[in-house]
């Protein structure tokens, strides 16, 4: 609500309407977001934003889904008949596949020897 009430394109809208809160409820946090202090903290928060560099592009299911997906492709290459029996993926393989956008993200062993899993 800060980013788009408060300081974005919504600033003349009012989301105590569309939000389960009371106006009062809505002014004291749009004044407490307003504060020196808060300001400090959302100055230093997007400075530290800036400096990610490789920012995860995972869905809602996380690592989790990703390490699913990964044995599935794994076991089909190895012929298993279960993605539980193919090992497990080591922890650089999914730190590498979860910075990589979903239309380049195939598991097979080109894209593993491929310059960008090289690092």
Not at 84 to 108: F, Y
């Amino acid at each position: 609500m800060t980013s788009q009430y408060v300081f974005g394109s919504k600033q003349n809208d009012t989301p105590y309407t569309k939000y389960k809160i009371t106006e009062e409820e809505w002014v004291e946090f749009k004044e407490s977001r307003l504060t020196p202090e808060w300001q400090v903290k959302r100055i230093a928060a997007q400075q530290r934003q800036k400096l990610n560099d490789t920012p995860h592009v995972l869905s809602r299911g996380g690592y989790a889904l990703l390490e699913k997906k990964m044995r599935k492709c794994r076991a089909e290459e190895l012929g298993l008949e279960s993605p539980d029996l193919a090992p497990p993926p080591a922890r650089h393989e999914l730190w590498k596949v979860a910075r990589t956008k979903s239309s380049l993200r195939k598991w097979s062993t080109v894209l593993r020897n491929n310059q960008l899993f090289n690092l």
